[in-house]
C-alpha cells in the first residue's frame, strides 16, 4: 500500500511540475520588431542605441511574463505592443509620425492563428493604443477592420484610452515634417526625412537614408496558439487617408496555427501587392516551405522585384522564428523559453 502511495505521490509531483511554466517540454517563442531601413552603426550615437535596446527588451519581457506564466499568445502580442506604442523611438502610437496635414494617423492589426479570427483600425487620432482597439474590433464587433471617426467611436464605447491627438505629438517627428515640406512638399518619407515622389508609378527613395517604424510583434504559446500583431503611424507627409500594409489581414499581419504568425514591416505599397504575410502562410502549406524558406521567398526575391524593400518577423507552429529584411538593419529580438532575450539592430 506504502509503495502504491509513493508511486501516486510522484505521479502527481511529475504531472505538477510537467504543467509548470517552461517545464516538461513546453516551448513557447515571442519576436518583436520596431522596423527596418538605412539602420547604421556610424549614424547611432551609443546613448541612441542603449535606448532602442533596452526599450526592444521592455517589449520583450511584457510578452514573456504572460508566455512563461502558461497565457495566450494573443495577450502577449498585444501587451508586447501597447509597451512600443507607449514608446516614442517607434514611429507607432506616441511615436507616430504626421501626416500632410499635420497630424498622427494611427494604424493597427491583430490576427489569433487558432480560429483565424482578426481584427484592425485605421486612420485614428485619439485612440492611444490602436492595437487594443484592433483587438477589440476583432472580439467585440461583428467586423474585422473599422476606420476613422466609426473606429473612434467603438473605442469609446468599449471603454479604451481615449487621448487629445496632442498626446501624439513628439518634436522630433514634427521636425521631420518640416524637414520635408521644404525638401519637396510633394513627397512622402517612409520615415526620418526620406523623400518618394508620389506621383506615377512608385519609385525608390531619393534619400536612402530612412527608417520603416512599423512596430509588431508574433509568438507560439505552450498550447501552440500562434498570433500575430502589428501597429504603426505611417509615413511623414502622406495625404489622402494613404493606407498602408500594417493593418490589412494578409498584407502586413497573418496568424494560422496550422503554418505561422507573421508582421511585417517596410513600403506598405509593395506588401499589399504581394499579400505577403499570407503568402508566406500559403507557401509553407501548399509548397511545404519552411519559415526561413518562405520568408526569404518573399523578402530577398519577390518584394525587391517589383521594387520594394523592408522585412518582417515570423514565427511557426514548431516555434521556429525567421527575421529576414533587405534593409541595412532592423530592430529586432526573441525571447524563448529559457527567458534570455536576444536583441539586434544592424545587419551584421
Not at 97 to 124: P, Q, R
Amino acid at each position: 500500500m506504502r509503495t502504491l502511495i509513493l508511486l501516486l505521490t510522484l505521479f502527481l509531483m511529475t504531472d505538477i511540475q510537467a504543467q509548470q511554466p517552461g517545464a516538461g517540454g513546453k516551448k513557447f517563442s515571442l519576436v518583436i520588431h520596431g522596423g527596418a531601413g538605412t539602420i547604421l552603426k556610424k549614424n547611432m550615437t551609443p546613448e541612441k542605441e542603449k535606448a532602442y535596446q533596452q526599450a526592444l527588451n521592455d517589449a520583450l519581457q511584457a510578452g514573456y511574463k504572460i508566455l512563461n506564466s502558461g497565457g495566450s499568445a494573443l495577450d502577449a502580442v498585444e501587451a508586447t505592443v501597447r509597451v512600443l506604442e507607449d514608446c516614442p523611438l517607434f514611429n507607432a502610437g506616441k511615436g507616430a509620425v504626421f501626416t500632410n496635414e499635420g497630424k498622427n494617423e494611427l494604424d493597427a492589426s491583430i490576427m489569433n492563428g487558432k480560429n483565424l479570427a482578426a481584427g484592425s483600425v485605421a486612420s485614428v487620432t485619439t485612440i492611444r493604443n490602436p492595437i487594443t482597439a484592433a483587438r477589440a474590433v476583432m472580439e467585440r464587433s461583428q467586423h474585422v477592420m473599422m476606420v476613422g471617426a466609426g473606429a473612434e467611436k467603438f473605442a469609446k464605447q468599449q471603454g479604451l484610452e481615449i487621448v487629445d491627438p496632442s498626446y501624439f505629438y513628439t518634436e522630433e517627428r514634427w521636425q521631420g515634417l518640416l524637414k520635408v515640406r521644404a525638401e519637396d512638399p510633394d513627397s512622402v518619407a517612409l520615415d526620418h526625412g526620406n523623400k518618394t515622389k508620389t506621383t506615377g508609378m512608385l519609385k525608390q527613395p531619393e534619400n536612402r537614408d530612412y527608417k520603416y517604424g512599423t512596430v509588431g510583434a508574433v509568438a507560439v504559446d505552450m498550447q501552440g496558439n500562434l498570433a500575430a500583431a502589428t501597429s504603426t503611424g505611417g509615413m511623414t507627409n502622406k495625404k489622402f487617408g494613404r493606407i498602408g500594409d500594417a493593418p490589412i489581414i494578409g498584407a502586413g499581419t497573418y496568424a494560422d496555427n496550422n503554418t505561422v504568425a507573421v508582421s511585417c514591416t517596410g513600403w506598405g505599397e509593395f506588401f499589399i501587392r504581394l499579400s505577403v504575410a499570407k503568402t508566406i502562410s500559403d507557401l509553407m502549406e501548399y509548397k511545404n516551405f519552411t519559415v526561413k524558406q518562405a520568408t526569404d521567398e518573399l523578402i530577398h526575391k519577390k518584394v525587391p522585384a517589383l521594387g520594394g524593400d523592408g522585412g518582417l518577423i515570423a514565427v511557426d507552429k514548431n516555434g521556429n522564428i525567421a527575421m529576414p529584411f533587405n534593409t541595412e538593419g532592423m530592430y529586432r529580438g526573441y525571447i524563448k523559453q529559457d527567458g534570455k532575450p536576444v536583441i539586434a539592430i544592424y545587419k551584421d
